[in-house]
Nanobody
Framework: QVQLVESGGGLVQPGGSLRLSCAAS????????MGWFRQIPGREREFVAG????????AYADFVKGRFTISRDNDKNMVSLQMNSLNAEDTAVYYC????????????????????WGQGTQVTVSS
């Protein structure tokens, strides 16, 4: 059974940083894309960042460019999201996602292109 487990969420002040991690088990995704999405209550889940296998390609939503960095550790079957300069608009539940259907270096940006999801971790940015 494939499981994705996120960690690292919490409460942070505006301008602060958090690092989210996602550990995958039950299947290795070392040659497949992984990504992060977020969801604010009342809104659709939205793409935040993604990374191809081999870390060859990374993709970011415009609203996080220059602030967030996605990385992966294939030996540990993990993906991480370093979030800097956080603001209140970043408050959301953050989800890790992975897919085993995409080939090559494409990084999907649509949620329905990912077949595996974590349970989510809450990030709250507030003073």
């Amino acid at each position: 059974q494939v499981q994705l487990v996120e960690s690292g969420g919490g409460l942070v002040q505006p301008g602060g940083s958090l690092r989210l991690s996602c550990a995958a088990s039950g299947r290795t995704f070392s040659r497949k894309p992984m990504g992060w999405f977020r969801q604010i209550p009342g809104r659709e889940r939205e793409f935040v960042a993604g990374i191809s296998w081999g870390s060859a390609v990374t993709a970011y939503a415009d609203f996080v460019k220059g602030r967030f960095t996605i990385s992966r550790d294939n030996d540990k079957n993990m993906v991480s999201l370093q979030m800097n300069s956080l603001n209140a608009e970043d408050t959301a539940v953050y989800y890790c996602a992975a897919d085993d259907r995409v080939s090559g270096f494409r990084v999907p940006r649509q949620s329905d292109e990912y077949g595996y999801w974590g349970q989510g971790t809450q990030v709250t940015v507030s003073s």
